[in-house]
T-cell receptor, first 114, second 113 residues
Framework: DAGVIQSPRHEVTEMGQEVTLRCKPISGHNSLFWYRQTMMRGLELLIYFNNNVPIDDSGMPEDRFSAKMPNASFSTLKIQPSEPRDSAVYFC????????????FGSGTRLTVV | SQQGEEDPQALSIQEGENATMNCSYKTSINNLQWYRQNSGRGLVHLILIRSNEREKHSGRLRVTLDTSKKSSSLLITASRAADTASYFCATDPPGVGSYIPTFGRGTSLIVHP
């Protein structure tokens, strides 16, 4: 298995533009997580899907952020409009779910909003 | 959800020495997990210890869990320069039906060759 695949690896965009980050989880994993990592705030959980259904989106910072999981093999995180404070590394992770399994992370998307 | 807190924030050692880092948490857990993050990469799952376990080994890694003190430690024996990375603990709370790991700020380990 190729692991969790995220694209793009790097994204530089201007303030106000729409940004879409993509994630392909490991086949067979039924839980998917989006995290954001910054020096100031560390790793923050943004949203969690189970069987393609959003379960907890309380970490989504504001309405500018939205996430979808149209099927078991694909998820997107969209920021519209983007702001400089959204600059961070965004990670997607997937898991088999349950208390006995670890989480597999993608390599992340480094987003810079100028 | 709850957050684990790692200690120390930074650790610098020589190759061959042992490295110990600690994690504290606040409420009951189902399990505790340790992860490693190399610079510019995602987190890699190292080891999971269940709440009814006290110690677990994986290669040069040894993890202990003390639920009475709500703390865990990760020991890396005979460290190598390749162990240089940030190490995070994550906890899963019990009983809510969904398992959402939350992470601390991590311990930054530097192993000098």
């Amino acid at each position: 298995d190729a692991g969790v695949i995220q694209s793009p690896r790097h994204e530089v965009t201007e303030m106000g533009q729409e940004v879409t980050l993509r994630c392909k989880p490991i086949s067979g994993h039924n839980s998917l997580f989006w995290y954001r990592q910054t020096m100031m705030r560390g790793l923050e959980l943004l949203i969690y899907f189970n069987n393609n259904v959003p379960i907890d989106d309380s970490g989504m910072p504001e309405d500018r952020f939205s996430a979808k999981m149209p099927n078991a093999s694909f998820s997107t995180l969209k920021i519209q409009p983007s702001e400089p404070r959204d600059s961070a590394v965004y990670f997607c992770a997937s898991s088999l779910g349950g208390a006995d399994y670890g989480y597999t992370f993608g390599s992340g998307t480094r987003l810079t909003v100028v | 959800s709850q957050q684990g807190e790692e200690d120390p924030q930074a650790l610098s050692i020589q190759e061959g020495e042992n490295a110990t880092m600690n994690c504290s948490y606040k409420t009951s857990i189902n399990n505790l997990q340790w992860y490693r993050q190399n610079s510019g990469r995602g987190l890699v799952h190292l080891i999971l210890i269940r709440s009814n376990e006290r110690e677990k080994h994986s290669g040069r890694l040894r993890v202990t869990l003390d639920t009475s003190k709500k703390s865990s430690s990760l020991l890396i024996t005979a460290s190598r320069a390749a162990d240089t990375a940030s190490y995070f603990c994550a906890t899963d709370p019990p009983g809510v039906g969904s398992y959402i790991p939350t992470f601390g700020r991590g311990t930054s380990l530097i192993v000098h060759p």
